[in-house]
């Protein structure tokens, strides 16, 4: 089955800590998204990539990084640096030349 | 300011009872509009995309319409099952590398039964 994995479903961090949720697509899509959702508000854009080895910085960046090295997998880590990093994370993927995001089931972040 | 809102942010239906989600937009150049269907705790699930004034698109119970400044999304006789966060998302025309979307906050609508 194509698809986007997301893992793990669940995460909990302590204050202070880094974290890596993956995302990864079996679609052979080109551009990848993470998106964060938090309750009362739209999808914002935290990261994009539109080829290997390469990432542009979305609306909320700060905190976060990522890295682009296969094309089937776009990482995003949570780094200490985000003030408030509870939330819904969501990666997206889209073929070149279409227009259509496609998402993964999410990943709860808590922090502790 | 680029902005999408939805319209009622909750709705509940008896089965049957057919109704309409709005999703008012401002946005410098239309390029698309896109309706997603996100149960809880899930990822969005794509339904529809509208290019340009006067389009239609159905899926089952579900018809989606598109005006120069708002979409619509017709629920024909729900069922519990249409039950879900409905979300409406637009991008810009000028096509950036980004494909960025613009999200609105949803509309969670439940039908009972």
């Given amino acids: 089955d194509g698809g986007i994995t997301q893992s793990?479903?669940?995460?909990?961090?302590?204050?202070?800590q880094n974290v890596t949720l993956s995302c990864e697509q079996n679609l052979?899509?080109?551009?990848?998204y993470w998106y964060r959702q938090d309750p009362g508000q739209g999808l914002r854009l935290i990261y994009?990539?539109?080829?290997v080895n390469d990432f542009q910085k979305g609306d909320i960046a700060e905190g976060?990084?990522?890295?682009?090295e296969k094309k089937e997998s776009f990482p995003l880590t949570v780094t200490s640096a985000q003030k408030?990093?509870?939330?819904f994370y969501l990666c997206a993927s889209r073929s070149d030349g279409a227009d259509t995001q496609y998402f993964g089931p999410g990943t709860r972040l808590t922090v502790l | 300011e680029d902005q999408v809102t939805q319209s009622p942010e909750a709705l509940r239906l008896q089965e049957g009872e057919s109704s309409s989600l709005n999703c008012s937009y401002t946005v410098s150049g239309l390029r698309g509009l896109f309706w997603y269907r996100q149960d809880p705790g899930k990822g969005p699930e794509f339904l529809f995309t509208l290019y340009s004034a006067g389009?239609?698109?159905e899926k089952e119970r579900l018809?989606?319409?598109l005006t120069k400044k708002e979409s619509f999304l017709h629920i024909t006789a729900p069922k519990p099952e249409d039950?879900?966060?409905?979300l409406c998302a637009v991008q810009h025309h000028y096509g950036g590398a980004t494909n960025k979307l613009i999200f609105g906050t949803g509309t969670l609508l439940a039908v009972q039964p």
């Fill in chain 2, 55 to 57: 389009e239609e698109k």
């Fill in chain 1, 8 to 16: 793990p479903k669940y995460l909990f961090r302590k204050e202070g």
């Fill in chain 2, 83 to 86: 039950s879900a966060t409905y």
């Fill in chain 1, 28 to 32: 052979n899509h080109d551009a990848m």
């Fill in chain 1, 64 to 68: 976060y990084s990522v890295s682009r």
């Fill in chain 1, 84 to 87: 408030n990093p509870t939330a």
């Fill in chain 1, 48 to 51: 994009y990539s539109q080829i």
């Fill in chain 2, 63 to 65: 018809k989606a319409t």
